[in-house]
Structures are given as C-alpha cells and as structure tokens.
C-alpha cells in the first residue's frame, strides 16, 4: 500500500510504529481512571487528574533540553538510539500498573512514562522531518495522523471489551505487546539511519565480518 502511495521506507516504518504505539495506549487511556480508583489503595479520580498532570508536566520539562541535545548532533544516531530506549522504557509501565499498589507506585510509574516519551517523540519527530519526502508534507503528515487516530479508535472498542470481559491484566499485557512491537519496527531502520561505526554492539558479540575473520 506504502509503495502504491509513494513513501519511503523510512516514513512508512514511522508511521507504522506510531500506529502500534497509539494502538497500545488506546487500550490503556480508557480504563485506566476505573483501573486506579477501584484497585490503588486512597486512589480517587483527583488521583488520576494529578497522574495526568504530573506526566504532561515531566514531558514538557524533559522534551526541551533533549531535544536540542539531539539537534546538535549531525548523526541520526543519537535520534535512533533515543527513540528506541525511550519507547522500551515506556514499556516498563503497563507492566508496572499490574503490580501498583500505592498512589506513589502510580506516579512513579507516570513520571516513567513521561521521561520515555520526552526521549522518544522529538526523536521520532527529527527523522520524520529529514525523510519526508519533498512535495509530500502535508500528505504524510495526514497519513500519520490518520493511521494513530484509527489506532486509537479500535483500540480503545477492544480495550473495553477485553477489560469487561478478562479485568485489567490481560489489557496491560496487550498495551506492553504492542509497544514492544512498536519498538522493534523501529529496530527495522537500524541500517537505514545508523552508520555502522555507529553501531552500538556488546563487548561479547563481535561484528559478522569480524568473526569470519577470526574463524579463518
């Protein structure tokens, strides 16, 4: 379909991944008022206002120094690299919400989230920017957005679903799934944007060629 529409590879895997990341909070943005009140100790739906504010606040805070940092590298790689250990950090978090007890657990784990996404968005925003394709703007942008917005909307029809049906466990689960699917198409345009004496390996795992070489 990509192809057919003329977008590169680089901006359909974006926009595929932002789809999967939408789609996962779109199972956990509906619930998770009823989730905090009914099953974190003193929670009451001000709790989940102030959670609210405490994330929007810590992103906004975050996103500004991180964003001009990545900026003043030339390299996509800092981008690369921040948006994928900020979408995993933010995996950490459903996981999180089915072992939360108190309000402090709550907005911890909010604050998380938070710090994931301030690493995660301006990344995802720089390198859509570079590869977006010339006289293409306004239409891969709307592809982006409407691929999020149908994620959001059957997404939170299933959310609601799956929690009336099965409680909140299985919802959370399914929320880290997909964000965890998200970050591996990201991985997906490893080679694309990193060059490879950028390339972040273990000390333990040396480069293929390398390796031939030693076997020889």
């Known amino acids: 379909m990509f192809e057919r529409l003329g977008v590169n590879k680089v901006i359909k895997t974006l926009v595929l991944a932002d789809f999967l990341l939408i789609s996962a909070w779109g199972f956990v943005n509906p619930i998770l008022g009823i989730f905090a009140v009914s099953n974190i100790e003193g929670a009451t739906l001000g709790t989940v206002g102030f959670a609210t504010s405490i994330y ?3 992103k ?3 996103q500004i120094p991180i964003s001009r940092y990545l900026d003043s590298s030339k390299s996509e790689a800092d981008d690369f690299y921040s948006m ?11 996981i999180g919400y089915i072992f939360v007890q108190t309000t402090a657990h709550f907005y911890l784990l909010q604050i998380i989230s938070a710090i994931g996404d301030a690493m995660s968005v301006p990344a995802w925003y720089a390198i859509f920017t ?5 006289g293409k703007e306004g239409f891969e942008w709307t592809l982006n957005s409407v691929s999020v917005g149908l994620g959001a909307a059957w997404s939170a029809a299933v959310a609601g679903y799956i929690g009336d049906r099965f409680g909140f ?7 880290a799934l997909f964000i965890l699917s998200g970050g591996v198409v990201f991985l997906l345009l ?4 990193i060059p490879q004496k950028k390339l972040i390996t273990f000390p333990f795992i040396a480069p ?5 070489n030693q076997a020889a």
Request: net charge positive.
């Open 84 to 94: 994928i250990i900020g979408t995993f950090l933010v995996a950490l978090v459903p």
């Open 208 to 212: 293929r060629e390398k390796r031939d």
């Open 169 to 175: 466990v299985p919802v959370f689960l399914l929320t």
């Open 60 to 62: 906004s805070v975050f």
């Open 190 to 193: 490893t080679k694309k944007l």
């Open 56 to 58: 929007w606040i810590i």
């Open 130 to 134: 570079r590869h977006i394709d010339k």
